[in-house]
């Protein structure tokens, strides 16, 4: 069984593709096949998410490139960006993974299925059209950026960690 287990950032040669959905590429661990057929291990570094067109070296050096699979989600779009702000907000708030797409004209909100965020969604006014797509939520204000490739974790931040957080008090002398 092939072991992947390195991240790179290019190679000349691709040895095969892996199909995965989103929650699969979330996990450190995980057994699957190529499209091959060929029986597969990943062992990735905890907190290691692999995104489409990522590439992971195996131990006897091949190297494969990773597949974000069509799934079942929702795309969401509204008549205005304000009201796509807003479900972006009411999303953000019930911790719901989002992907962020398009430009100021055409964005567009992807969530998975699920009928509840559904009429909420509805309600907030958005068109919410059920798709089997590729998922690629955002990574977070921790995560490093939507699509970096990068080791240097540091330097990728969206935000930056508190060290310390003080918290200001209306009673708190000026």
């Given at each position: 069984?092939l072991i992947l287990?390195?991240?790179i950032?290019s ?10 959905p ?17 029986e ?10 692999l ?6 070296r ?9 597949v974000?699979?069509p ?8 008549e205005t ?41 509805e309600?907030l006014g ?6 089997n797509?590729?998922?690629e939520?955002?990574s977070g204000?921790y ?8 080791d240097?974790h540091?330097?990728?931040l ?9 918290i ?7």
């Amino acid at each position: 069984m092939l072991i992947l287990n390195t991240k790179i950032d290019s190679s000349e040669k691709i040895d095969g593709e892996l199909i995965l959905p989103f929650d699969q590429r979330e996990k450190s661990r995980l057994r699957s096949k190529l499209t091959s057929g060929e029986e597969v291990a990943v062992f990735t570094v905890r907190g290691t998410v692999l995104r489409h067109g990522d590439l992971i070296r195996g131990d006897d050096g091949r190297v494969v490139k990773i597949v974000a699979a069509p799934e079942a989600t929702y795309r969401v779009q509204c008549e205005t960006p304000r009201a796509l702000l807003r479900c972006a907000f009411h999303l953000g708030n019930r911790h719901t993974q989002a992907q962020v797409d398009g430009d100021a004209s055409t964005g567009f909100l992807r969530i998975r299925k699920d009928p509840v965020l559904k009429d909420m969604l509805e309600g907030l006014g958005a068109k919410v059209t059920e798709e089997n797509a590729p998922f690629e939520p955002e990574s977070g204000a921790y995560g490093g950026g939507h699509h970096s490739h990068s080791d240097d974790h540091h330097h990728n931040l969206l935000a930056p960690i508190p060290l310390r957080q003080k918290i200001h008090r209306p009673s708190d002398p000026a």
